[in-house]
């Protein structure tokens, strides 16, 4: 959670701003059951269907 600036929802996609995109583990999201990641500079695009206002909603909480 520490290498996360902001996180927004966005139809089926939480799309984050992280502060080191190195460290985000792609491989273990999928593993996790998301459908997709997409990295672009320091905006990862985690695409997790229709559950993701209650998903952004839990993570701002631990946030």
């Not at 996360?4 to 992280?18: A, F, H, K, W």
């Amino acid at each position: 959670m520490e290498n996360i600036d902001e996180i927004d929802p966005c139809t089926t996609r939480l799309r984050s701003l992280v502060k080191d995109p190195s460290l985000v583990d792609a491989a273990l999201l999928r593993r996790a059951g998301v459908f997709g990641v997409m990295i672009n500079g320091r905006v990862v695009q985690v695409v997790v269907g229709p559950r993701v206002d209650t998903i952004a909603s839990d993570l701002a909480e631990l946030m």
